[in-house]
C-alpha cells in the first residue's frame, strides 16, 4: 500500500481530527469537568 498519495494523507488527516474530537468529547462529558455540569431534568424535579 502505497502511503504518500494525497488520498491517504486526507483521510488520515479526517480520522485524526474526528478521533480527536470524540476524546474530546468524552474527557468534558466523563472527566473532572463534568461535576459542574448540572442535570436539567433532575434540576427541574421541584
Keep these: 500500500m502505497e502511503t504518500s498519495s494525497p488520498a491517504f494523507s486526507l483521510v ?3 480520522l485524526i481530527g474526528v478521533l480527536g474530537l470524540t ?4 474527557y468534558f462529558s466523563f472527566g473532572p469537568a ?5 442535570d436539567p ?6
Design 23 to 26: 476524546s474530546i468529547g468524552v
Design 12 to 14: 488520515l488527516a479526517i
Design 34 to 38: 463534568s461535576k459542574k455540569l448540572i
Design 41 to 46: 431534568w433532575e434540576a427541574d424535579d421541584d
